[in-house]
């Protein structure tokens, strides 16, 4: 069981969180002006990166707050976490979720 | 809003006897009023309006009169970066969701009755960190969840409010009301064998 | 039996305890602190077991965990009996009542065991390459055969009657095991005020320090050391000690799980104490002291009972008090097994070592020895035991000066009644494995050691390579000290521990005839595992499957280092060119009660009930789990079965009225400026333009243009909404609400508060609804033009502040009364009161099914899938198009979603009126079609409907709206039956009723 620590209650054990996935996918501002290709890969196309990743982690029986994580997926261990609409830190950027 | 109906009122726990013990006791809470208060945090300063109630406790902490797992006066329990639970005695629903309002006019916000939503109870003495400690996957030692802490967790399967109100060993317990049951047998089972021995 | 084996004096055991155990029905006495196996030895018992596969007689080969032979079925009375038990670690008590496993008729005479005069038939691979046809034969004969002569053990059938906990803990310092170096890290830390749980398996911590007699530590006695340490240790607050605790599982961020067993070793425990906790350990720092495990040689019929672990034999003669035997052959690679010897001599035995090493490369073991008057063959090697139930003789040849055993050996018998055999140690690094530390081979120690570590871990002892009793205090009190912050203690001074070992070609067996076991528990040979190489398995991970060895319980611990040095050998590689396998959870095994817990029987999963339960339960209500929570199914009257009460309950809702406790639906509370913007973007349809007071259906789509659920948003102030979910999707709802609110639609000043337990929900539904709720209510006009259909108010019903929804699930008039729950039984009996003058009928989940069916009304979950449109459940109308953006509006114009061929929802009319179709059940075209059949959709829902005269179903059919009129064939249990599709409504279509 992960440890992670919730950018507002601390580190806190796995089984009181939600994974989300990928982080940093911006939802097109105006998703009718996207075309069929662009969607799809929106909609369901991820990196699934073995080492450094940014994910979408919800509190949920916490503090219940959304918040973004960097986590190497070859060892689990968590290099940062951070508010929603931070950008990536280190820079390997995406637009902010 | 005011509850003076005449009718009877039956709460998830009525009925379930305490369970005594020199190292435990283990018993339901009375009815409570109960306000969700959200509110997106600005300075400070404007929660000066709030007589009595302090909005500025860190998250995973609760403020208010000096209590014990009884409710003693307003307190607000701080689960979240915007959300508080206000926990008062029973009836207060209404004067007391209003003076929130007042206070708060002008900064959007929400207040929502939950009163009914949970079931309260205490369990207190010097078992009570280890039976917690049968589901609840926190570190309930003195050291890390000091008095003045409450926060939300898991018990089992059961999502709960987490609360040490004294410096007494024990802690209020805030569940769901469907879930108040299992809470209650999963923590009779956990102190099976401190009670029967 | 009176103990012929057992000491006079010495060894922990109490002899003022004494206790009476069963063997295979016969007596065995002992004395308190014995484990089975010592107490077996005590009274000249060897033979315990047949061996898996080929039933070799088997006796005890280890003092630990690590025992591959002695498992027993052991019975402590009251249901508690348990198969497979590692006799070395079943704590012996007065009444205990162990049997032998894996013989018939008898442990002396098992007739299975002429399997061990077949070979070469049941080698490596035997099952694989034998029972490969004719392949119905598999079936029939190989499985069943295999399946009774497979196995090991009888496993229980009844209900395991013991209680079993779970434990969260948190600790600065874990330490897993109490030797030396666990005592010596475990005061370190906790010097340094650090919280330390020290954990130990054994029934008394202490590790090695258990049977050392002779050490001396900083002046002390070894085991005065150790009690000194424990007394300690058992002091400090901040030190928690569990025996008879074991570190299983090392998960991520040192989160490790213990098994600590609490009353197996007890004659009658307490009925609430659990038999065993699991404890799931969250430390800042973990310390592994896992000690090491001996190794055995292989040999051929290195197997017979007698023949043990050298280190075995010690702990049996100086902590047990037991002479394994009274003659004693001691064969070994190097020093330590010199302790045993000496021991052994002191306890009165006749003992004499065989030492492969020649005699130039043996240590100071060597005159220590012969100081003892003790013989030393040195430069010897085992070639073979004799004797049938125990051994007589260990048959021994002289290695040539290089090394090699000559083609004619210069071989003899030494007589003997038993044998202690050592190759050297292998360090116990399972769960630094585990942890995903990086083991690294080490030449000098022959062996696998913890490298690199991932998580914030160290080891110290034995389970590091060091062997010397001072070296191992001190890496102990270094890890102690260092994962404390704190200063390193200054060393101790210890009597110098007897140690090194020189490994013998792994493949020296093979030039020799019969079998020499590598492992003992899976009965794998050299020759097995030679074979598998030479039929080309190369990866050690391949091997061990395709032989098994180290895939029994034991999990390799005393042969993985012989499989690897085997494999690599025949390979023409180093041990590290082939590789280690992954140590995986558990260390040992684990049972099912551990790991379950507290959750079982009514604790399994919560049971959620309503504030209407108790009444429900009280009128005899048949009750349904959905999710957790248990809906009251039916109200059966009398004798009535379960179509009897729902064709009442439906016919009395459509006549007059029916009560429905609707309490489990999901309920959210929006709040905000911006909460009608923000329900647009999560409702397909438009919900900003609600008027207060009133209330629209509305589908939630997921991004992807699916049904995620359905329900009724309310508007009862201009930033307020009381928005109702299903009863399955009220946390998934919030949960996606949230995810949007938080992470995209951000500027949007919108709260949400789930409301679902604030409200009990009481639906009042049919003609007389009205006429029902009517005295009841304060504060509201309930006439149409007043409060018409899908209108909310806030009013008093039966004096209690409710929020009154006008809306139906039925098709006829109806009202939903939400209450506080705490009022919800009150007022529930006030309405059903108030509804005996319109012989008002209590319905549950079945009626209210049926009774939406017959309305064609959709059950998200039921008619839809997650791959199901508005469109195709005809609710295409409820998707705005004027708005520009929604969540799933996107999805709509993939071309896949809006093609117009897609399955659609219909109704289906079976050509019996009676017949009613399955649930599930396939559609085609017409049946004459070769298989597979083009399957044009399936049914979703399907009953019999009383008000409708018939059954009735409804279906996702391709292009099912295209399709009314037309005939298909539905499959049944046994083929096929004919179907009309229908519009999907069967009762009211005009949808006048729903307005009075």
């Known amino acids: ?67 973004n994580a960097v986590r190497d997926t070859a060892n689990d261990r968590f290099v940062a976490t951070y508010g929603v609409g931070e950008p990536r830190p280190g820079g390997a950027g995406g637009a902010a979720r | ?113 939950v009163s009914h939503r949970f079931a309260s109870l205490e369990i207190a003495g010097t078992a009570a960190e280890d ?67 | 039996m009176s103990q012929p084996f057992r000491l006079p004096t010495g060894g922990r055991i109490d002899r003022s305890s004494p206790l009476v155990l069963t063997f295979d029905g016969r007596a065995v006495h002992g004395f308190a602190g014995d484990t089975v196996a010592s107490a077996l030895l005590a009274n000249g018992v060897h033979l315990v077991g047949r061996s898996f596969k080929y039933h070799r007689p088997r006796g005890v080969l280890a003092a630990g965990v690590e025992e591959p032979n002695a498992l027993l079925d052991v019975d402590r009375g009251g249901g508690r009996r348990e198969p497979n038990v590692r006799a070395t670690v079943a704590e012996a008590f007065a009444g205990l009542a162990v049997t032998s496993q894996n013989r018939w008729p008898s442990l002396e005479r098992d007739l299975a065991s002429i399997a061990d005069r077949l070979p070469p ?70 010097t340094a005020g650090r919280r330390v749980i020290l954990c130990d398996e054994q029934a008394e911590p202490g590790g090695a320090l258990l049977h050392d007699q002779t050490s001396d530590i900083d002046d002390l006695p070894a085991q005065a050391w150790l009690a000194d340490g424990l007394a300690t240790l058992a002091r400090r607050a901040n030190v928690r000690l569990l025996a008879r605790t074991t570190a299983v599982s090392y998960y991520n961020h040192n989160h490790v799980a213990l098994v600590e067993r609490l009353t197996d070793h007890l004659a009658e425990p307490p009925a609430s104490r659990p038999r065993e906790r699991l404890w799931q350990v969250r ?42 035997g009274r003659r004693i052959v001691v064969a070994t690679n190097g020093a330590s097994a010199y302790e045993t010897a000496i021991d052994a001599r002191r306890a009165g035995a006749a003992v004499s070592i065989v030492d492969t090493r020649a005699s130039d490369r043996i240590g100071p073991e060597l005159d220590a020895a012969r100081a ?145 076991f590598v492992d003992f528990q899976n009965d794998v040979t050299a020759k097995d595992l030679a074979l598998a190489v030479s039929e080309g398995f190369e990866s050690i991970e391949h091997v061990k499957r395709y032989t098994t060895s180290g895939m029994a319980t034991d999990q390799g611990k005393t042969s993985s280092m012989a499989t690897m040095g085997l494999v690599a050998t025949r390979r023409g590689l180093a ?166 609110l938080q992470t995209e639609f951000t500027t949007l000043r919108v709260f949400l508060t789930s409301i679902t337990e604030q409200w009990a929900v009481i639906a009042v539904q049919g003609p007389k609804a009205r006429e029902t709720i009517a005295p009841l209510v304060d504060d509201l006009d309930l006439v149409d033009a007043a409060f018409p259909h899908m209108s909310i108010a806030r009013c008093r019903v039966a004096g209690v502040p409710a929020r ?54 959709i059950i998200v979950g039921q008619e839809t899938d997650g791959t199901v449109t508005p469109d195709d459940v005809g609710l295409a109308r409820l998707v705005s198009v004027k708005k520009p953006d929604f969540v799933g509006k996107r999805s709509l114009r993939r071309p896949d979603l809006s093609r117009p061929n897609r399955k659609q929802l219909v109704g289906l009319l079976s050509d019996a009126f009676h017949e009613q179709l399955d649930e599930g059940a396939q559609i085609v075209a017409h049946t004459g079609q070769p298989i597979p059949m083009t399957m044009l959709g399936h049914v979703t829902s399907s009953y019999m409907s009383a008000c409708a005269g018939r059954a009735i179903a409804l279906a996702l059919l391709a292009d099912g709206r295209h399709r009314i009129g037309e005939t298909v064939h539905v499959t049944t249990a046994d083929g096929f039956t004919r179907a009309t599709v229908a519009r999907p409504v069967f009762i009211d279509p005009e949808g006048n009723r729903v307005h009075g």
């Open chain 3, 804 to 857: 009154l929804m006008r809306a139906s699930f039925t098709g006829e008039r109806g009202f939903e009364i939400n209450v506080p729950a705490d009022y919800g039984r009150a007022v529930w009996e006030a309405v059903f009161a108030a509804g005996r003058a319109h012989q008002i009928a209590p319905y549950g989940t079945e009626a209210m099914h049926v009774l939406r069916a017959e309305k064609g009304f």
């Open chain 3, 121 to 190: 038939v049941i080698g490596a691979g035997f099952y694989y390459k034998t029972f490969m046809w004719p392949p119905k034969a598999w079936v029939r004969l190989y499985e069943p055969l295999i399946r009774r002569a497979a196995g090991l053990g009888r496993a229980p059938d009844g209900a395991d009657p013991e209680r079993y906990e779970h434990r969260h803990a948190h600790c600065d310092i874990l330490v897993v095991g109490a030797g030396p170096a666990g005592i010596a890290a475990a005061m370190a830390a906790s």
């Open chain 2, 1 to 113: 809003m005011a509850e003076t109906s005449s009718a009877a009122r039956s709460a998830p726990l009525d009925g379930v006897a305490p369970l005594t013990h020199p190292a435990l006791l283990m018993r339901p809470l009375p009815a409570a009023t109960r306000l969700s208060l959200r509110v997106t945090v600005g300075a400070p300063a404007n929660f000066a309006a709030l007589k009595g109630l302090d909005l500025g406790g860190a998250i995973n902490t609760w403020t208010g009169a000096a209590w014990t797992a009884s409710l003693a006066g307003i307190h607000a329990l701080r689960l979240g970066p915007d959300e508080w639970l206000v926990l008062a005695p029973d009836g207060d629903a209404e004067p007391l969701a209003a003076s929130l309002t007042a206070a708060l006019s002008g900064r959007p916000h929400a207040i929502v009755d």
């Open chain 1, 1 to 67: 069981m992960l440890l992670i620590r919730c950018p507002h209650c601390g580190e806190r054990p796995e089984i009181e969180f939600r994974a989300g996935g990928e982080a940093h996918l911006a939802r097109p501002a105006e998703p009718m002006t996207v075309g069929d290709a662009e969607w799809t890969a929106f909609l369901y196309y991820r990196a699934n990166v073995k080492g450094e990743q940014a994910e979408r982690w919800c509190h949920v029986h916490g503090c219940g707050r959304w918040f």
């Open chain 3, 372 to 516: 003892a008057g003790i013989e030393v063959l040195a430069g010897f090697v085992p070639i073979g035991s004799k004797g049938r139930h125990r051994v007589t003789a260990l048959r021994v040849a002289r290695l040539s000066p290089d090394g090699a055993l000559p083609d004619v050996p210069d071989a003899r018998d030494l007589a003997c009644d038993c044998v202690a055999v050592s190759a050297g140690w292998t360090p116990a690094v399972h769960l630094f494995s585990q942890s995903r530390g990086r083991l690294e081979f080490d030449t000098a120690r022959d062996a696998f050691l913890p490298g690199s570590s991932v998580q914030a871990v160290r080891s110290a002892g034995a389970a590091v390579g060091l062997y010397d009793l001072a070296a191992c205090i001190a890496s102990g009190a270094r890890a102690g000290a260092e994962s404390a912050g704190a200063p390193v203690p200054p060393a101790v001074h210890a009597t110098p521990t007897l140690t090194g070992f020189a490994p013998l070609p792994p493949d020296l067996p093979l030039r020799l005839g019969g079998k020499a």
């Open chain 2, 131 to 197: 039976i917690v400690s049968a589901g609840c996957p926190l570190d309930l030692d003195a050291r890390a969840f000091p008095t003045g802490t409450a926060t939300r967790s898991l018990l089992g399967k059961a999502e709960i409010v987490l609360a040490r109100t004294d410096d007494r060993p024990g802690f209020r317990l805030e569940v769901a009301r469907s879930l108040a049951a299992y809470v209650w047998d999963f923590l009779a089972e956990a102190a099976r064998d401190v009670v029967e021995n």
């Open chain 3, 283 to 324: 430390a800042r720092e973990v310390v592994l002291a896992t000690g090491a495990h001996e190794r055995p040689l292989t040999f051929p019929d290195n197997d017979r009972p007698g023949i043990m672990l050298a280190e075995a034999v010690r702990i049996y003669i100086n902590r047990y008090g037991v002479l394994p």
């Open chain 3, 575 to 740: 041990v590290p060119a082939v590789g280690t396998t992954t140590f995986r959870p558990p260390y040992t095994p684990v049972s099912f009660g551990a790991l379950a817990g507290q959750s079982r029987d009514r604790l399994f999963d919560p049971v959620r009930t309503t504030p209407v339960h108790d009444w429900a339960a009280a009128q005899g209500a048949r009750f349904e789990d959905v999710g957790s929570w248990k809906r009251a199914h039916y109200f059966p009257r009398a004798s009535e079965d379960m179509a009897a009460a729902v064709r009442r309950e439906t016919i009395a809702v459509r006549g007059s009225v029916g009560l429905f406790d609707a309490s489990t639906l999901g309920k959210i509370e929006v709040v905000g400026p911006d909460a009608g913007r923000f329900l647009d973007l999560m409702y397909a349809g438009i919900m900003s333009t609600l008027a207060v007071g009133r209330c629209r259906y509305g589908l939630m789509l997921k991004e992807d243009g699916f049904i995620l659920d359905d329900g009724i948003v309310a508007r009862l102030a201009d930033d307020r909404f009381h928005v109702t979910t299903t009863t399955g999707g009220a946390a998934r709802v919030l949960a996606h609400m949230e995810d949007y």
